[in-house]
């Protein structure tokens, strides 16, 4: 299938009469750190051993200094300046794929218009999330039209009343924060909305290897020599760290860092591996995708919402089939921290949350 993509790259200016780019230098240096030696590095990608050897010489040569150090019996290891590539590299994607990807997906949209006249394509509004991405990324592959966008979950639930898409992504803590976190949402839902269940996932406190700040819980994040990383206001998850604050009888301004804030969790799990932070709370994904420790805090529901006559569109009949399958249901179960056990199932909203106020159906 045809599409349009946006990726971002890595060049070194000022060096020769163009960018020079290290976009493969920094791949191989990628696979050298999984596979420990660089003979095994160029066989997972597919290149000879002279080739790769090269590759590292003439990176090394434009930056200035070396990014591998080989040795017998230690095999190839990253120098400092290698392991900072690599890092950064994680970091550009972590904080923009979200972001490109919906934008990507706005431009597509209009590159088709033109081609086949034809952009009736169900636009969904979601906070990010590791198994919208994958469902995102899966339905594409198999051509079924869609249109999402990375939205805080606040402003996603409120684009979807206002009549912006068709079904939004958002994200409610289970147990005794549920009833609070759903007010936040309260004049925004109707009582003809449902919500399909995408994915129960959990949330903590990401932290680096060995949590050597020794951050165990919420209340810790308010030490003196603990740096913090938040996200946006708006965001879920920011509504949750915001209600379970609350309940420790502490406020931002008791937290180094709070006005700090990052986009997805994955620009989350970046920030804490750059070492610029000691903790950010976001899903325990973001923290194995950076090698970081994860301490599980609290378990959340994620949903897609729409108004019950959407579920007799045809747009989505493809879209909630593909949900309910074993194929993408074992997908996400193996995102670390994630159940896919209600993935598809849907509920009215009394159902999903008994706790909810709300008046009949029309």
């Given at each position: 299938?045809?599409?349009i993509?946006?990726r ?93 990807e ?46 999402l ?42 009582p ?78 970046a ?58 249901r ?29 008046g009949?159906?029309?």
């Amino acid at each position: 299938m045809k599409k349009i993509e946006i990726r971002p790259d890595l060049f070194l200016c000022g060096v020769a009469a163009h960018p020079y780019s290290l976009a493969r230098g920094v791949a191989l240096l990628q696979a050298v750190q999984e596979k420990g030696n660089l003979r095994a590095a160029c066989g997972k990608l597919d290149i000879s051993y002279r080739t790769g050897w090269a590759a590292l010489a003439e990176m090394e040569q434009m930056l200035g200094g070396a990014v591998v150090e080989m040795s017998r019996g230690r095999g190839t290891e990253l120098t400092e300046l290698g392991q900072r590539l690599v890092w950064a590299e994680k970091l550009i994607h972590a904080r923009l794929d979200p972001l490109l990807e919906s934008m990507a997906i706005e431009v597509d949209a209009e590159i088709q218009s033109v081609l086949a006249r034809a952009t009736d394509h169900l636009k969904i509004f979601a906070s990010h999330d590791f198994a919208m991405a994958l469902l995102g990324a899966q339905l594409q592959a198999q051509g079924i039209p869609l249109d999402l966008s990375y939205r805080g979950s606040l402003e996603a639930v409120g684009a979807m009343g206002r009549g912006m898409c068709d079904l939004a992504g958002f994200h409610i803590p289970t147990g005794a924060l549920e009833p609070p976190a759903l007010k936040q949402f309260e004049k925004l839902l109707q009582p003809s909305h449902v919500v399909v269940n995408l994915a129960t996932r959990r949330q903590g406190l990401i932290v680096k290897r060995g949590n050597p700040k020794g951050i165990w819980s919420i209340a810790d994040l308010a030490k003196p020599d603990v740096l913090f990383v938040n996200r946006q206001p708006g965001s879920g998850t920011r509504i949750i760290l915001d209600l379970m604050l609350a309940q420790e009888g502490l406020t931002g301004q008791s937290i180094n860092g709070f006005e700090r804030v990052e986009l997805t969790h994955a620009a989350i799990g970046a920030y804490v591996a750059s070492g610029k932070a000691d903790v950010g709370l976001g899903v325990e994904t973001a923290a194995r995708q950076f090698d970081l420790d994860f301490v599980p805090v609290i378990a959340e529901r994620y949903f897609l919402l729409c108004d019950r006559r959407k579920l007799a569109d045809a747009r989505f009949k493809p879209i909630h089939d593909y949900l309910k399958t074993s194929e993408f249901r074992t997908e996400v179960s193996r995102l670390a921290g994630y159940d896919s056990a209600s993935t598809g199932g849907v509920l009215a909203l009394a159902e999903a949350f008994p706790s909810l106020a709300l008046g009949k159906a029309d």
